[in-house]
Nanobody, 116 residues
Framework: VQLQASGGGLVQAGGSLSLSCAASGILGSSSTLGWYRQAPEKQRELVARVVGTGPGFTDYADSVQGRFTISRDNAKNTVILQMNNLKPEDTGLYFC?????????WGQGTLVTVSS
């Protein structure tokens, strides 16, 4: 599976951004799509994921719960991360990620910078 991410950019604290990731290839109904992020000098962490396609189970990092929303468009094989009330600590490189039948794929990172 190839993952093509778009979105990201620079925003002031309190603002919003949306990330989109288009998956090409076969992803079954039990597949997972999600987003990881990596801040400078920190380990990569899971931000949000949606498991399954109809409508799927969503899971969020505690730090983004209530501010970020992940959704999946099955017809377009796309996952979207809507990020609201952004904080400087949300700054990092965001990676689209898929998991299916034990195999992981990663998209290229897209940079999100939140200024205070």
């Amino acid at each position: 599976v190839q993952l093509q991410a778009s979105g990201g950019g620079l925003v002031q604290a309190g603002g919003s951004l949306s990330l989109s990731c288009a998956a090409s290839g076969i992803l079954g109904s039990s597949s997972t799509l999600g987003w990881y992020r990596q801040a400078p000098e920190k380990q990569r962490e899971l931000v949000a994921r949606v498991v399954g396609t109809g409508p799927g189970f969503t899971d969020y990092a505690d730090s983004v719960q209530g501010r970020f929303t992940i959704s999946r468009d099955n017809a377009k094989n796309t996952v979207i991360l809507q990020m609201n009330n952004l904080k400087p600590e949300d700054t990092g490189l965001y990676f689209c990620w898929s998991l299916w039948r034990g195999h992981e794929d990663w998209g290229q990172g897209t940079l999100v910078t939140v200024s205070s």
